[in-house]
């Protein structure tokens, strides 16, 4: 079954601390690729997808990632981190014609220290 | 504005009492879908709806139940809750999907269940 990794569970960085996330994937064929964002309280949120093309995909917030097709990843990165990208964060994966059902990892909880 | 509603917000009942959780989206969209979000385990899909009276199951179905109806409504019905279905929902809804990609899905506030 198509599962999605996210390896860092909680990371806490200080502000202006460049950031990645790792995700990986465990589908084979074509998948578009989606990292949402979730702020104290708030609902999910698109930061970015990757539905073809130029494999590194620019989002909302300054924020990144790099589709690896080889390395079936789709790492998110940021230079310099905010206080207020304190959030949870959830990399997420659908097949290619499929269902449109999302695969999401199990996110991650990055904490800003100002 | 853009969006998906859903009702109510929070809610606490006891085993056995049958609940309805409304969705309601003003996009047009075509697709709708329901995910429980639980600690550790991220976002997991219980039901989705390709269409007005087309639904399917997620990876987690049991003890719930959906309609589509009408193309702006997706209700999640729970028949009997226990104390496992405990959780953060959250409706979402696209466009359309399928073909040549899959649209964005767009998510509710969430509805925050607690079965005593």
């Known amino acids: ?114 | 504005e853009a969006q998906v509603t859903q009702n109510p917000r929070y809610l606490i009942t006891v085993t056995g009492k049958k609940l309805t959780v409304t969705c309601s989206q003003n996009m047009n969209h075509e697709y709708m879908s329901w995910y429980r979000q639980d600690p550790g385990l991220g976002l997991r899909q219980i039901y989705y709806s390709m269409n007005v009276e087309v639904t399917d199951k997620g990876d987690v179905p049991e003890g719930y139940k959906v309609s589509r109806k009408e193309k702006r409504n997706f209700p999640l019905i729970l028949e009997s809750p226990s104390p496992n279905q405990t959780s953060l929902y959250f409706c979402a809804s696209s466009l359309r999907t399928g073909g040549l990609s899959s649209y964005e899905q767009y998510f509710g506030p969430g509805t925050r269940l607690t079965v005593t």
Request: aromatic content about 14%.
């Open chain 1, 1 to 114: 079954a198509q599962s999605v990794s996210q390896h860092n569970h909680h990371v806490i960085l200080s502000e202006a601390a460049s950031l990645e996330l790792g995700c990986n994937y465990s589908y084979g064929g074509t998948v578009n690729l989606f990292w949402y964002v979730q702020y104290p309280g708030q609902h999910l949120q698109l930061l970015l997808k990757y539905f073809s093309g130029d494999p590194l995909v620019k989002g909302i917030k300054g924020f990144e990632a790099e589709f690896i097709k080889s390395k079936f990843s789709f790492n998110l990165r940021k230079p310099s981190v905010q206080w207020s990208d304190t959030a949870e964060y959830f990399c997420a994966v659908t097949e290619w014609g499929n269902t449109g059902k999302l695969i999401f990892g199990q996110g991650t909880t990055l904490q800003v220290k100002p």
